[in-house]
């Protein structure tokens, strides 16, 4: 709605605040370890978040209830994401893995292996068809949404990837690393 904002803490909440006066609207709660990764889904109805408990949760951003939990990761999801059809959850763990999780049924839609540490920041490109991973091993992974194949691994940090994006025409993708 272009008027809240979303954090997630290692208190373990949600909370959702007025941009335009900075109170707090809503706090979430459920998570049992930190949360560390929130994103909103594009027709803003749904808060994602990722926590050390190994979990996604999906919330309702009107009601504030909890949705879906999201389980499968074997540690702490560090980064979430959601596509630009709102169909697909991304998360990227201290497990090495991207996760790909349907929005709807909760259902672990895929997992990309390839990372050798943490992923610590995911993306996905304007036009939903690729993946962007960035990750303690010091690469930038691009991923094919549809089948799950490594389409290309961007190295040239000296230390971990902490941040990925991709830029609104999908051409080019930056990442910020500790480098």
């Known amino acids: 709605d272009g008027e809240t904002i979303v954090s997630g803490s290692w ?20 998570h049992t370890g930190f949360v560390t990764a929130v994103a909103v889904s594009p027709d803003g109805e749904t808060i994602v978040s990722g926590s050390w408990d ?9 009601t504030g ?18 596509s630009p059809d709102g169909e697909t959850i991304v998360s990227g763990s201290e497990d090495k893995t991207v996760r790909l999780w349907n929005r709807s049924t909760g259902a672990l839609v895929k997992t990309l292996e390839g990372h050798t540490d943490t ?9 939903g068809e690729t993946i962007v991973s960035g990750s303690e091993d010091t690469t930038v992974r691009l991923w094919k949404r549809s089948t799950g194949a490594l389409v ?10 902490r941040a990925v994006a991709v830029s609104p025409d999908g051409e080019t993708i930056v990442s910020g690393s500790w480098d």
């Not at 074997?74 to 979430?80: F, L, S």
């Not at 992923?119 to 036009?127: C, E, F, I, L, T």
């Not at 290309?152 to 000296?158: D, N, R, Y």
């Open 119 to 127: 992923v610590r920041a995911v993306a996905v490109s304007p036009d």
């Open 54 to 62: 190994e979990t996604v949760r999906l919330w309702n951003r009107s």
């Open 65 to 82: 209830a909890l949705v879906k939990s999201l389980e499968g990761n074997t540690d702490g999801v560090t980064a979430v994401a959601v």
């Open 11 to 30: 208190d373990k909440t949600v909370r959702l605040w007025n941009r335009s006066t900075g109170a707090l609207v809503k706090t979430l709660e459920g």
């Open 152 to 161: 290309k691994t961007l190295e040239g940090h000296t230390s971990g990837v």
